[in-house]
């Protein structure tokens, strides 16, 4: 089927010229002729992939998220420990930051999806259905961790997952800006996981 | 002074167009012409005050600290409570997050220049030296609740006020993508200050 091939060839190159955007000068001023240009195509063939600028968003962001998705995947397979909660939460939420040029040109792509969102109902229903989804993910991993007496039983596992990822998208902001070194945003993130997995108490009663 | 006054009250008006784009299309995609027009000036004119978009951008930032730091102040005036370490830590917080359109408008406009400072080095001189102030005036007041006894003294005071102040960031992205409501994301914030506030156990003695 060389006709597939070519259509997907021709998308991933699209796909690279519209990162390649995104991590010099911004996705945010860039039309679609920009990206055609970038990727040495007509924009009428461009357009027979995408046909708004929206579209190409949204496709970037698919592209960045199944990325991200890989990275963390292949991150926890490579540990020598055993996936616990804590393990698997650290990874996916370290997977959120910009601490590589992958992440980071990824992390942009969701900040120019963002842009637009914000003044685009229509937009927002990605990020309305992701968030949710990752909240619910999150929030299991740590109703696990609370099983194994990891996390104590009072916290809620909801408030906690989304607290998890505010702060993983807060703290992102602040590397791009130079507030912060990649390095201290993951100890801070660690912090944070330092102080949900504070334990339970399993032997309460005082010695006599 | 009349001229003063002119001048005082063409900045003004140049700030009230930047604010009306920024609440609704953005200002990402607005040039210097475009604010010019929405504040009925000639570019001419609008170039006198701001040579660049870059300029403009720091202005409306200027001009939106102080009004955030109006409001967070009128807050804590008009509460009833004693201005504890935690009172104070809870209004400055909740007046980073978008809770109102000023607020909105405000947190947007702070979107714009974040946008722009991740592709230049020279921007992000201004989030580099705000943020740590804000941490540094965080950190004071958790140092202050530690010696009152409200946060344990394990906690490290220039580490949990950057936690806020980056779930305060990242809370406020997931208010405008509609993934939570104002009203969760306080609830939120309250959560983590709750969990920093837990006191110190003043009576560890066992009873006899």
Redo the contacts between chains.
Sequence with gaps: MPKKVDHEARRREISQALWRIAS???L??ASLRDVAAEAGISLGRLQHYFRTKDEMLVFALRHIEALAQQRIRERIEALDEEPTPRVVLRACLTGMLPLDEQSRTGF?VG??H??R???D?SL?TD??DG??KLRSFFAAQLRLAIQRGEVPPER?AD?EA??L???????S??I?????TPEKAV??LD??LS?LFAGVERDAA?HP
Excluded: C, N, W
């Design positions: 010099t000068r911004g945010e001023g942009l900040v120019a963002f842009h969102a914000v003044h109902p927002r990020a309305r968030i949710p809620d408030d989304m607290l990822i505010s702060l993983a998208d807060g703290l902001t602040y791009l800006l130079d507030v912060h100890q801070l912090l944070q102080k005082p």
